[in-house]
Structures are given as C-alpha cells and as structure tokens.
C-alpha cells in the first residue's frame, strides 16, 4: 500500500510539472498576432462610409464642402462621394505627414469620371501652393492638356506643386464612366514616381524631386490647393465619384496594390 501511495504522489508531481510547463510555454509563447500589411504605414485613409473619418487613426479627419455620397463601385449605398465639378471638395488640415516630403509614398484611389475636365486636369489631392516646387499634387489630365502636361486628356498625372514643375504622366487612359482604381508611388532613394492601373504597372518616371518639406498649405481633395491671389488659377475641379483613399509613407509592394485591387469593401 505504501508503495502505491508514494507512486501515486510521484505521479500527481509530475502531472503538476508538465502542467506547470505546458502553462509557462504559452505565456512565453503567446499566439503571433495577425497584422493586415494594408493597415502599415497609412497616414491617412477615406473609405467614405457616408463620412470623411480619417480610417488611419491619425486624426486627418476632413471638411466636406457641397459633396453627395454616392454608391461605391459594388453599389453599395453611400459608400462613396460625389463631386459636382464645380463647388464639391474636402478639407484636410495640414499636417507634418502629409507633406510627403523627404520619405516613399503610395497614394491610391478609385475614381469614377463624369468626363474629364476643360483646363489641364482634375485635381484628385492637392497640397501644392503655387509653382516653384512647393508642395504637391496628383490628378488626372483634362481637355486642356497639352504637350508635355500630357498631350491629351485621360491620363494619371503627378507634378510637384504646379506650374512648370517637375511632373510625370502615366501610359494608360483612365475612362470615363467606369471605376478605375489609381497607384501613385515614390521612391525618395532613386527620385522615381510609379503608376499603377487596376493594380497592373503603367508608367515609371525619374528625375521627381521630394515635395517641399515647407509647404504647410492643407490637402484638398477633388480640387486645387493653391489660392492664386491674382484669380487667374482655375479651381480644377474633379466631377465624378471618389471612393477609399489610401496614403502611405511606404512603397507598397505590388501584391499589396494587387490585393487592394481584390477588396470587396
């Protein structure tokens, strides 16, 4: 009996021990936690779910001025927004971040064009004020451009500040009536500006400076920035449908773009 006793004890302590293990493992062990690579880096993120709530968490939450919501591109109810051409934009208050300067950067967006515009181009995100390459802004090319703004309407377009600037142009012609999700990537290493069209590569362009670091004028997103005080600088206002846009303070990779491309929300 006391044999049976004492191998009954040694058990109970062993059972202790590989409990205790097994409890130590897991709090040394925990569950690796599951990051979306979509969330890392974002500085600023509008998915317009019937408000213009900074999604990021970085508190750059906007002003909306004269926009509608307006089906997304899965005709989901105000989940997107509207912009008459004329009057509609929103309001960011500037912010360190958002000038771009001095780091990579990924813009994207999705837009849905009435029709492209009569001057140079729609103004998509502006925060540029004036030329002489003082801020920055990406958009997509009007009837009015010409030459070396584009020679025609219809492309991506970048251009650091305005004027005759530093500016690149994508290949590919964005439609109108059709939503077509837009890529705009820098690299601050090899000053190269990328463009990306439904997630597939579009154009590469060298020789783009970093935006000014300086330019502390707020983001406007649907028209231009720059307040021309002479009143010759046209408002370039964007008409149409704008929907989830991203800015990160990354390259993202291109299965990044890719899978941004597939999200059904």
């Known amino acids: 009996m006391n044999r049976y006793i004492t191998l009954l004890i040694v058990a109970l302590c062993v059972s202790v021990m590989i409990s205790s293990f097994t409890s130590c493992s897991k709090k040394n062990n925990p569950k690796p936690v599951v990051v979306d690579s979509l969330k890392v880096g974002l500085v600023a993120y509008y998915p317009f779910n019937n408000n213009v709530i900074d999604s990021s968490g970085k508190g750059n939450d906007g002003t909306v001025y004269n926009i509608t919501s307006a089906p997304n591109r899965?005709?989901?109810?105000?989940?997107?927004?509207?912009f008459n051409g004329t009057s509609s934009y929103i309001r960011v208050k500037d912010n360190q971040a958002l000038r771009l300067s001095n780091t990579d950067f990924t813009i994207n967006y999705w837009v849905n064009l009435d029709d492209y515009i009569v001057y140079s181009g729609s103004a998509v995100l502006a925060k540029a004020n004036g030329p002489y390459q003082n801020g920055w802004n990406t958009s997509i090319t009007g009837y009015g451009?010409?030459?070396g703004e584009g020679g025609g309407p219809g492309f991506a377009f970048y251009n650091v500040s305005g004027g005759g600037d530093p500016f690149a142009v994508g290949h590919g012609i964005i439609p109108i009536g059709q939503w077509t999700m837009i890529t705009v990537q820098y690299s601050n290493q090899f000053k190269?500006?990328?463009?990306?069209?439904?997630?597939?590569?579009?154009?590469?362009?060298?020789?783009?400076?970093?935006?000014?670091?300086?330019?502390?004028?707020d983001l406007f997103i649907g028209k231009n920035s720059y307040d021309d005080p002479s009143g010759n600088t046209p408002g370039y206002f964007i008409k149409g449908k704008l929907d989830d846009i991203r800015?990160?303070?990354?390259?993202?990779?291109?299965g990044q773009i890719n899978n941004l491309f597939k999200l059904t929300y």
Not at 74 to 82: C, H, L, P, S
Not at 196 to 214: E, F, L, R
Not at 247 to 253: E, F, L
């Open 74 to 82: 899965f005709g989901k109810a105000n989940t997107a927004y509207y």
């Open 145 to 147: 451009s010409v030459g």
């Open 192 to 217: 190269a500006l990328a463009f990306y069209i439904n997630g597939v590569p579009d154009a590469v362009i060298s020789n783009i400076p970093t935006p000014n670091p300086a330019t502390a004028v």
């Open 247 to 254: 800015i990160y303070n990354r390259v993202i990779s291109p």
